[in-house]
């Protein structure tokens, strides 16, 4: 099928592979790889895409591929990667795989400059590019910028961001010290908040958006960097193979001996922040010997230093001590933040046990004392009061007044513990904001025209365990790709609308709903989550049964036992919830959802460290005090909600970035063991759909991702152009350009206020405009030579005009001339007829009674006589027409009259008869006779033509009576047809939305298993699919009697082959089979050609089988459902239609249709057999049924409408002539004798022929 053509079909782990399509199913094709030869399997319609020529061929801009689909794209990339090209373009979103290893002379100073001032598209994709087009941007458009880097954790988020900072710094910084400070901060931030997980050994635990601040002469001045929700359960907490943020280890591994022994350094292993998680330094050989040997942990004397090109725990201690340097740090302040970070790992050494006594308190364990005591020195705290504080809380009563007595309230273990650990977290914490304000303030800026702003963020985030940091993070990138969806393609099809340029618009999945979900005032997520902050007595359970009892029938939200993973399963529901995210369902466990949304200490603890021996530690918490209610407890725990500061935060980012012109580069992970030169292609697809790019690529189909409005590009070229041209306005200067260019048509199109390029183009066009001065000469010439031919044309046309219009004056006056002439001809013929006829009467009985006189003069006796008789019958004739010419008689007067001289001139001949004796008189008289004889016939036969004239005339009336009556009954069938149909199809509408909905479900159940598949360690691990849900629809009344009338099918087809159909339709004599195979085989030819039609070549028309007025009809109207008795008696019809047929490349090159063909097609029953195409200058084109099925009309007789076009209906006779003066009969022969026509009656009539 397809001639073997290879298509993409789905793969569980590459993605898509290639096959051939072999058979057609119902809803489904049958593959078969072609790396696995007699091997076949099913897959959906929908999820096979036509596969270019060259499966190997790579582009660097996948909208130049001929076919715009998910599973090129993949292949494209992979192709790119296997190549060790990470970077590829969809329009202008810039797709980055992470390589996992240095790719060389990639980034070097030469590529900067390279790509300094070069349009997107003339060089190999890269993110200098991308930077180089948001500063060109920033530029032309006089607006900020934003780059929105995004992907999952591990994709190469951060790097990339590291990339677009250092590119605008050494492109367009003002080679002063700020620009080495903007890039040097990176490092810095980095080792304070990132950190090793499972997918990423250098996550961003933080997010950060980046300004580079410009002055008016488009210069770097400054930069800020904003940050965002720190995730501090970190500092505690890890799993097994994470680790904690980098600072702790690099200090452990790098810091100098004197450091060392002042803050008590030891290995990783002997501190409790850091032990339970991986204690394993990055190193690389070198610097791994440089380590001292009692500063690694066991686990890393056993296993070795970790591997990765970008990290080394003792040389980036090095790089980083340097970087502070750079950006304005100085000693003091480097050895104030190492000594708050060893503090807080001391801190962390701190336990406690029973106390023993009655108050039911606890107190530290001995071994304890000595790692207090460090923390205590660090801090600047003294020892006895850091003692208290941990293990006690103060209270104040207020009876007797304002103040009363001061309560010490022993803690338990468990409430120290937490007391500890949120004294650790708040101290780095308020470490990582004094950091990132001491970056900002190492390069100030007083003024800024605008900025560039690149957002990297945590990526989208699925563990098998999931907390209140995760729920954030995947919170923001809802918001993100929200963002993402109104930017790319609800804004980007609205313009298009807007300015008229007819796109096709893109369905994308909207995920307002689950943001909804999570930011709802009063039932959102977050704000239960502060309303249970708020309780006397806080419970994780209580808030998570709350939110399950307030969205119990959200779509998005279900309890963990619904979960595709075997470890969810054992969740209870008020212990967690499942979100449907965009990426795919995610589990939350809850537990500590509560404590991890209140961002304040006890009261007894923060005044402890505010007011703090050590001046650096004091500084830290400056102001937070003047933050807190003045009637607040001491004591008593103050509320600070997380996440509704995070979301405050998250609103302002985004009203920052829709501010601003956006470009977006998506990070890819090409796999989860984090290894080079490994693609798997499954995860990948998913990582695409996720983040939009597949409906980018629909976008893409017809879109113009690059445009100008006609003022800036006049602008921007003006000064390349004579004063001549420039005087042109915008718009007229813009056209002369693109003609004198010679671009073609289809590159670019002009709207209403910009003109819109293809993707690539634009950098073309600017291209050709920048060249050397010789060139633009010759361009001006062009444009000169463009402008003269288009207003000569147009004078052209004006006189052409005039004098066609005056022609069609000249004609139309003669014809209105001749029409007059002609009615009043008619109408003059149709009065005075019976007059006429007299006249005529008159004259031939004159002509009879001359030669009546000259026989009586031949006469020999009574010649006087009989001479008068005849004078008297002339005179009579001679009054006769007079009176005829005088008067206005009626025919009946007339013929009364004319009966009259007739009987009278045949006296007379009988007279003249007998006196006729010779024989010579009697034979003249004989031929008067034979004369009079044939008048009277001849007379007869008017008569009996007048009469058949009256008949005709009654009978067309009746006819036409007859015709406005079934006119009548039409109509009012049609009415009745019509309200049925509306009913119908307001049923259907009503069943395609459910339909839709069902497809929204099934796409979300799809998108949750791969993400557990992502998870699952193995199949093993993962729940079996359930039982597809009852989709049932209940109908309407009108709609259940249409399908009863349709009759119940007696045969099942669904599970036939497509060939088994075509041999039961080929040998069969059942005919309710035979009805019920034909139909069965021509849905499915629709199914194949829809399918073919959605994946059909860029810029090339879909093939017509059928004149475009009989789709069209097909699409507007759907087919009326008949009974199986109906479609048999059906079956036994022949019926024959012609309609004029243009094929669409032909329609713009002969806009008058003088190339028009005609389209013939024989119905045997409802279905085709067979079909004519007849052009001018173009051999005919002749199909039968069987051998041609392909190529033949696959709608039914109803659906096609010819019914109901007046006189497209022909005779038999007529089409036969037609078909075998084309050579059909031989055609049809030959394909019976090479069994490849299917049976109908033009076969068998053949065949009876021939025999």
Known sequence: MEDGKAVWAPHPLDGFQLGSIIDIGVDTLTIEPLNQKNKTFLAPVNQVFSAEEDSKKDVEDNCGLMYLNEATLLNNIRVRYSKDKIYTYVANILIAINPYFDIPKLYSSDSIQKYKGKSLGTLPPHVFAIA????????????????????????????????????????????????????????????????????????????????????????????????????????????????????????????PEEIRQKFHLISPDNFRYLNRGCTRYFANKESDKQILQNRKSPECLKEGSMKDPLLDDHGDFNRMCVAMKKIGLGDVEKFDLFRVVAGVLHLGNVDFEEAGSTSGGCVLKNKSSQSLDYCAELLGLDSDDLRVSLTTRVMLTTAGGAKGTVIKVPLKVEQANNARDALAKAVYSHLFDHVVKRVNQCFPFVTSSFFIGVLDIAGFEYFEHNSFEQFCINYCNEKLQQFFNERILKEEQELYQKEGLGVNEVHYVDNQDCIDLIEAKLVGILDILDEENRLPQTSDQHFTSAVHQKHKDHFRLTIPRKSKLTVHRNIRDDEGFIIRHFAGAVCYETSKFVEKNNDALHMSLESLVSESKDPFVRKLFEGTNNMKDTKQKAGKLSFISVGNKFKTQLNLLLEKLRSTGSSFIRCVKPNLKMTSHQFEGAQILSQLQCSGMVSVLDLMQGGFPSRAPFHELYNMYKNYMPAKLTRLDPRLFCKALFKALGLNENDYKFGLTKVFFRPGKFAEFDQIMKSDPEHLAVLVKRVNHWLICSRWKKVQWCSLSVIKLKNKMSYRALACIKMQKTVRMWLCKRKHKPRIDGVVKGKSLKQRVNRMIEVVKALKEGKAEMNKQVQDLDSSIDSFINKIKCTIMTRVEIDKEYAGLVRRSEQLLSGLQKKKQEEEEAERLRAIQREMEREQSRREEEERHHKQEEEDRRLKAEMEMKRKQEEVERKKQEEEERRLQAELELQITADREEDALKQTLLEQERRDRELAMRIARSESDLIADEAPMDTGIKRSPQVQATKAAAGIKKHDLSKWKYAELRDAINTSCDIELLAACREEFHRRLKVYHAWKSKNKKRNTEAEQRAPKSITDYAEQNPPQLHSRQQEITQNRTQRYFRIPFIRPADQYKDPQNKKKGWWYAHFDGPWIARQMELHPDKAPILLVAGKDDMEMCELSLDETGLTRKRGAEILPRQFEEVWERCGGVTYLRNAIENKQARPTYATAMLQNLLQ
Do not use: W
Request: aromatic share 10%; proline share 1%; net charge positive.
């Open 132 to 255: 180089d087009k948001t500063y060109r941007d920033m530029k032309v458009h006089k607006l900020s910028q934003s780059i929105i880097v995004s992907g999952e954790s591990g994709a190469g988020k951060t790097e990339n961001t590291k990339f677009v900072l250092r590119y605008l710094t050494e492109s367009y910084g003002t080679s002063q010290d700020i620009d080495e400070r903007i890039v040097e901060a990176n490092p810095l931030l980095e080792a304070f908040g990132n950190a090793k997980t499972v997918r990423n050994n250098n996550s961003s635990r933080f997010g950060k958006f980046v300004e580079i601040h410009f002055n008016e002469k488009n210069a770097v001045v400054g930069g800020f960097v904003s940050h965002y929700l720190l995730e501090k359960s970190r500092i505690c907490m890890q799993s097994k193979e994470e680790r904690n943020y980098h600072i702790f280890y690099r200090l452990c591994a790098g810091a």
